[in-house]
């Protein structure tokens, strides 16, 4: 059983380009959360959501970041007109249905890091 | 705002040494996992604690999850370099689900 996949793993754009990052859950899994992780910082939630449902986007920035998890295919983070500060690592995380085994548990994804020259 | 306080922040012993690592929040959490994350790389789940008072021991590690549910520690006992690594703890947040993650400690073990 494949883990959380996510790419690319690197991913470099200049200032005003757009960032497209992909996350592919666990075989089995609905739910998928994203998290940034600035440099010597700790992970911070962005946006939780099931298919074709965003649950939670309190974290994300309201300007320039999208997200989407279509009924087919992975869940996209979408930084449009990027800026230096948006330089990061980005992890998606999944977790199965609510009821099923291990449900309140995330799995993580190796992560993609964004640099913006 | 649900925050959780990870200490120490770094931390550098020697091969064989025993360690805690602690996770406080005032906050009470449904859960509470630790992770352990190398470089380069996404965060790996170690453990998950649900009940007050619970003790979970994987091999030299030992998670202990408090009785009112707002802290939790991770000891090792007898260090070795292949411990080295950054440790995260993180509460679910009862409304949404979503992981609050603690600042994390940086743990080196010297051979």
């Known amino acids: 059983n494949a883990g959380v996949m996510q790419n690319p793993r690197h991913l470099v754009r200049r200032r005003g380009q757009e960032a497209r990052l992909r996350c592919s859950p666990m075989?089995?899994?609905?739910?998928v959360y994203w998290y940034r992780q600035l440099p010597e910082e700790g992970l911070k939630f962005m946006v939780y959501l099931q298919k074709e449902n965003i649950i939670d986007e309190s974290g994300m920035p309201k300007e320039r970041f999208s997200a989407e998890f279509p009924k087919e295919g992975p869940s996209i983070l979408r930084i449009q007109q990027v800026v230096r500060g948006d330089s990061a690592a980005y992890f998606c995380?999944?977790?199965?249905?609510?009821?099923?085994?291990?449900?309140?548990?995330?799995?993580f994804g190796p992560g993609t890091r964004l640099t913006v020259l | 705002t649900q925050l959780l306080e990870q200490s120490p922040q770094f931390l550098s012993i020697q091969e064989g040494e025993n360690l805690t690592v602690y996770c406080n929040s005032s906050?009470?959490?449904?859960?509470l996992q630790w992770y352990r994350q190398e470089p380069g790389e996404g965060p790996v789940l170690l453990v998950t604690v649900v009940t007050g008072g619970e003790v979970k021991k994987l091999k030299r590690l030992t998670f202990q999850f408090g009785d009112a549910r707002k802290d939790s520690s991770l000891h090792i006992t007898a260090a070795q370099p292949g411990d080295t690594g950054l440790y995260l703890c993180?509460?679910?947040?009862?409304?949404?689900?979503?992981?609050?993650f603690g600042q994390g400690t940086t743990l080196q073990v010297k051979p």
């Open positions: 075989k089995g899994h609905s739910h």
């Open positions: 995380a999944s977790s199965p249905p609510v009821g099923q085994r291990e449900w309140n548990e995330q799995f």
């Open positions: 993180a509460g679910i947040s009862s409304n949404t689900g979503k992981l609050i």
């Open positions: 906050s009470v959490f449904s859960s």
